[in-house]
């Protein structure tokens, strides 16, 4: 059996998209990310085209020799006016949700310590036309968790990490997932008291996404703890690196905003000695 994906193989995934020639090849194009698979499609009956989308997990239903391809009209797809458009953006996107990321082995920074590494997050999916967002998809289970405590603490999406210290990140030395992104995280204790940095949390609508070659990466994020708070800044990105390019920009602009939600969650989310 040919692979319906083997043409988009040479191609980055993150990327924009011509539309489907469905009438051609007699389905829909594929995206595979992981165990999701994104269909897409194009009815080009009469003179207002429609864009199809739907996604399913490829791994249940390899079980079967394949997906079958609900019709048109079935509730399972979501369907977009496309007007003049010729093409569509497949692009991450953060969760809507602040990221709880719990590293997998938590370490101490004693007082005047620095720290420098990477934690990795996973995006989601959206496909855009003409800038406009017609489907949000998740790519991995989404479990909830409070970051804080229970009568103050934020509601988060939970995610694991490892933290990778190392100024430079060598992209081949880590697992190859086109929805990782990798953090660069720059971490300061400026309090009196030796802190355990355990859980990390990290605002995605806040940071943008780079794709270096195949990889996602964000801008730096910097977390100053101290005896009133911690603090959470997010480094200028600058002259980008060759081979960089934007993806997804920032939701909001609110550095001020992350800090007044991270002083008041201090002592709820840090052990100090």
Not at 73 to 97: E, H, N, V
Not at 107 to 117: C, D, Q, V
Not at 171 to 181: A, F, L, M
Not at 231 to 250: A, C, D, H, Y
Request: proline share 7%; with cysteine; aromatic share 8%.
């Amino acid at each position: 059996m040919n692979d319906p994906t083997a043409s988009l193989k040479t191609k980055p995934l993150w990327s924009r998209w011509g539309l489907p020639e469905t009438e051609k090849t007699g389905a829909p194009r594929i995206h595979r990310i992981g165990s999701t698979s994104i269909m897409v499609t194009v009815d080009s009956a009469g003179e207002s085209p429609i864009i199809a989308v739907r996604s399913y997990n490829y791994v249940k239903a390899a079980k079967q020799q394949h997906e079958p391809i609900p019709p048109q009209d079935d509730p399972s797809w979501t369907r977009a006016f496309l007007g003049k458009a010729s093409g569509y953006d497949l692009l991450p996107a953060y969760d809507d949700k602040p990221v709880c990321v719990r590293l997998h082995e938590s370490f101490t920074l004693p007082p005047g310590a620095s720290a420098r590494g990477w934690i990795f997050t996973h995006t989601n999916a959206e496909i855009h036309v003409e800038g406009q967002n017609i489907i949000h998809i998740p790519l991995k289970p989404v479990f909830k968790t409070l970051y804080g405590s229970q009568s103050g603490g934020i509601v988060c999406v939970f995610a694991k990490s490892g933290f990778l210290a190392a100024d430079d990140l060598d992209y081949t030395s880590i697992h190859d997932d086109p929805s990782t992104v990798a953090h660069p995280v720059r971490i300061k204790n400026n309090s009196d008291f030796i802190v355990v940095i355990e859980e990390l949390c990290v605002y995605g609508e806040q940071l943008s996404i780079f794709r270096r070659e195949q990889h996602l990466q964000s801008e730096t994020l910097i977390f100053n703890f101290s005896g009133s708070g911690v603090r959470m800044n997010i480094e200028s990105s600058g002259k980008l690196p060759p081979n960089t390019q934007v993806l997804v920009r920032p939701r909001i602009s609110g550095e001020e905003k992350a800090f007044e939600r991270s002083v008041e969650l201090f002592k709820a989310i840090t052990r100090m000695k």
